[in-house]
């Protein structure tokens, strides 16, 4: 009897045990989480401290920074006030950048939205998403005095899709997209996910793949107090760093900073074809690991030996702490890119980039990539691209050599597709996104990038214009760059050698468009206007080398 109470008592003892266990590690930390005074009360001057640099005496006189940012509501005029001095107001405010875009805009065919049903649309989205959020406290126990979420018409997120038109993501003039970049570095997180691609390989990672979607390159999707959107690419490489000379781009490093400043450089150019992009401090304990509902993600988190708080992408293959990002200890460093329209609203044609590259270890030498139809070995490739649709009658192959000068001078060769919205037709804009293998060796241009440019031999007037422009002393390309990044609350985003980089690589393309002149004369090699698509035969001349 003795022995029998003996074992009774220890197994009460065991059970207090777990039920304690249970009690600290799940229950209090929510408990906690719902006492924690709310974060976003606009009339707190301290609430912002976690996730927003506080003002100093620079943000009080104007100067680059402050050009940088009020660079969209910039007129005829300013870089005579308060910009003076600023060679990216000058730029901004240089002819080419006011000249009215063609074909102009003539009513709602031309934007990509239906106001009144992307509205209706988002209401839906918002009573749907605080159903949710009710029926996930319930089944906790949980009470809050957290009021319902509201869809406001003038967050910058609405007036940011709403202004999408057939000219590009946002329009010269608007000031959303600086209010945007304002909103993702300082509202609050409410909850935090997996992306879509991560989420599809959730225990159906394929090893024997080169090319994976998740793992090194992990991203969550964030969502904030005004109910928009943003992709969060964390830091993984420190600025200095480049991509060894041995590495495959396909399995390069995502950098943050690639993704910062390619919405910069793509506003110079006055593509205006990637999605706002800011970098900003995120505290991974309270604006991920708190705010998430996804039980996998809560699950990768864990504190390093060096008492940092650190997380991974869960997938058989890259479930490993070596493989994490962290903290220090909560603060990590990352780009969030602005969520492009729902698919059900605007939907996207995804497809594969003519000039696509190996995705092999085996590269061109494969036996299967050496045909002869493939561009990296015959120069005459272009040939057959203009004789195939939609490239032999739209403005589609001008759009993939602007892509292609976007991607040669930051370096990206991980373009295997693009995407467009189908509303616009064939001729619709290219959106340049995932750009985040970008900026990764500065030491090193990647001639193939141009292929599209040099083998056919065409480029927008548009674009050449824009160039030129870049590269005069006054307008120099390293220069704005470097100014329009100083806006970024991460900044410096690039090293100098990068920035220098810019230039070396503009000249090469100028020179690569001299080249091709020389040719076949100016009028077959500029296209005065979008639609034309007749190019030169490219037997003439092999510019490829």
Known sequence: MPGLRRDRLLTLLLLGALLSADLYFHLWPQVRRQLRPREHARGCPCARRASSPAPDAAAASPGPRAAARNFSRAGPGTERHGGRGSRLQALFAHPLYRVPEEPPLLGPEDSLLAGQEALRYYRRKVARWNRRHKIYKEQLNLTSLDTPLQLRLEASWVQFHLGISRHGLYSRSSPVVSQLLQDMRRFPTISADYSQDEKALLGACDCTQIVKPSGVHLKLVLRFSDFGKAMFKPMRQQRDEETPADFFYFIDFQRHNAEIAAFHLDRILDFRRVPPTVGRLVNVTKEILEVTKNEILQSVFFVSPA????????????????????????????????????????????????????????????????????????????????????????????????????????????????????????????????????FGRHSQDELSILSPLSQCCRIKKKTLLHLQLLAQADYRLSDVMRESLLEDQLSPILTEPHLLALDRRLQIILQTVEGCVEAHGEQSVIATDPAEQSAPDSSQANLTS
């Open 307 to 438: 008492s940092n708080v650190c997380f991974f992408a869960k997938c058989p293959y890259m479930c490993k702490t070596e493989y994490a990002v962290c903290g220090n200890p909560h603060l990590l460093e990352g780009s969030l890119s602005a969520f492009l329209p729902s698919l059900n609203l605007a939907p996207r044609l995804s497809v594969p980039n003519p000039w696509i590259r190996s995705y092999s270890l085996a590269g061109k030498e494969d036996p299967r990539i050496s045909s002869p139809l493939r561009w990296e070995v015959n120069p005459l490739y272009c040939d057959t691209v203009k004789q195939i649709y939609p490239y032999n009658s739209s403005s589609r192959l001008l759009n993939i050599i602007d892509m292609a000068i976007f991607d040669f001078l930051i370096g990206n060769m991980d373009r295997h597709h693009y995407e467009m919205f189908t509303k616009f037709g064939d001729d619709g804009f290219l959106i340049h996104l995932d750009n985040a293998r970008g």
